[in-house]
Nanobody, 124 residues
Framework: QVQLVESGGGLVQAGGSLRLSCAAS????????IGWFRQAPGKEREFVAA????????AYADSVKGRFTISRDDAKKTVYLQMHSLKPEDTAVYYC?????????????????WGQGTQVTVSS
């Protein structure tokens, strides 16, 4: 069982930056690929970014390409989502999720473990 805890959310003005962290309890964290998803009120959960367990492959939603960067530090058992040039439409609860395979699927159903989420609010 992998426990994931997100942090780093908050309130930021449009054009600002935030870095989200996803910390894991599992000592074999390096065996898991990690994805970030977000969910705005009244909307479905959507894919943001993912990184495979080796860190060699990443994937991004078109809406965040060039603005967000996903990375991992297996020694710290943490995955980061660096977000720049934030827009009001980035406002959502951000979740990280893990699965034990080596690819980076964009669909929530393929992930086995989820964190509780962290709120990101971007003001205009």
């Amino acid at each position: 069982q992998v426990q994931l805890v997100e942090s780093g959310g908050g309130l930021v003005q449009a054009g600002g930056s935030l870095r989200l962290s996803c910390a894991a309890s599992e000592r074999t964290f390096s065996s898991y690929s990690i994805g970030w998803f977000r969910q705005a009120p009244g909307k479905e959960r959507e894919f943001v970014a993912a990184i495979n367990r080796s860190g060699a492959n990443t994937a991004y939603a078109d809406s965040v390409k060039g603005r967000f960067t996903i990375s991992r530090d297996d020694a710290k058992k943490t995955v980061y989502l660096q977000m720049h040039s934030l827009k009001p439409e980035d406002t959502a609860v951000y979740y990280c999720a893990a699965h034990g395979l080596g690819y980076v699927p964009p669909t929530p159903l393929e992930y086995d473990y989820w964190g509780q989420g962290t709120q990101v609010t971007v003001s205009s």
